[in-house]
C-alpha cells in the first residue's frame, strides 16, 4: 500500500504506528551553507518547523550515500564527489522512545541543480543567512548549527 503524504494527519499516524513496532533507527541531517554564509533549510508538509534537510538510510546504504539523496532529493543539492561529506556528530533523538539515532553531516563544497518544487513531501526550500534563521525553525536544527559556526564539539543529544 503506497503512504498518501497528501493527507499529513494519516503519515503522522503511520509514523507514530511505526515507533510501537521497529527497533533502532538511523536517520541523516545535512548542513549545507552557500558563499553567501545562508544554510539550505526544508520545510515538511507532515512536520511543523523548518529543519536540515535528511530522512532515513534505506536498507544496504551507507550513512554518506543517504545524505547525498537526501540532499537531492529534498534540496537539489548535488555533493561535490572532489569534497566528501564530513560527519559533525551522531545524535540520540530525544524524542520519545529514544531508538532513534542521527547522523549530521557538513557538505563542504556543493551545487545546485536547480529550483526545488513543491512536491508531496517538501512544501519549502530555501536558503537563509545563518544569523538570521526563518520563524519555526527547530530547536536541534539551531544547535546543530552553532556548533558548526561556533566550532564547539557536538552535543549527544538531538
Keep these: 500500500m503506497a503512504l498518501n503524504l497528501d493527507r499529513p494527519w494519516l503519515y503522522r ?17 545535512g548542513v ?5 554564509d545562508r544554510v539550505c533549510l526544508v520545510r515538511h508538509t507532515y512536520l511543523a518547523g523548518w ?16 545524505m547525498r539523496r537526501e540532499f537531492r532529493e529534498e534540496a537539489e543539492i548535488v555533493v561535490d564527489p572532489h569534497a566528501p561529506l564530513r560527519l559533525h556528530g551522531f545524535f540520540l533523538s530525544a524524542r520519545a522512545p529514544r531508538r532513534d539515532h542521527i547522523a549530521v ?3 563542504p ?3 545546485l541543480a536547480g529550483p526545488k518544487r513543491p512536491d508531496r513531501e517538501i512544501a ?6 545563518l544569523d538570521a534563521l526563518p520563524e519555526g ?3 536541534a536544527t539551531r544547535e546543530r548549527l552553532a556548533e558548526i559556526r561556533e566550532g ?5 543529544i538531538w
Design 152 to 156: 564547539r564539539p557536538p552535543a549527544e
Design 124 to 129: 519549502e526550500t530555501g536558503f537563509f543567512p
Design 13 to 29: 499516524l503511520v509514523m507514530q504506528a511505526g515507533l510501537l513496532t521497529r527497533g533502532m533507527t538511523l536517520g541523516v541531517r
Design 51 to 66: 529543519h536540515l534537510p535528511g530522512g532515513g538510510i534505506d536498507p544496504g546504504e551507507s550513512a554518506p550515500e543517504a
Design 32 to 36: 549545507a551553507i552557500d558563499a553567501q
Design 137 to 139: 525553525t527547530t530547536r
Design 109 to 111: 563544497a556543493f551545487a
Design 105 to 107: 553531516y557538513h557538505a
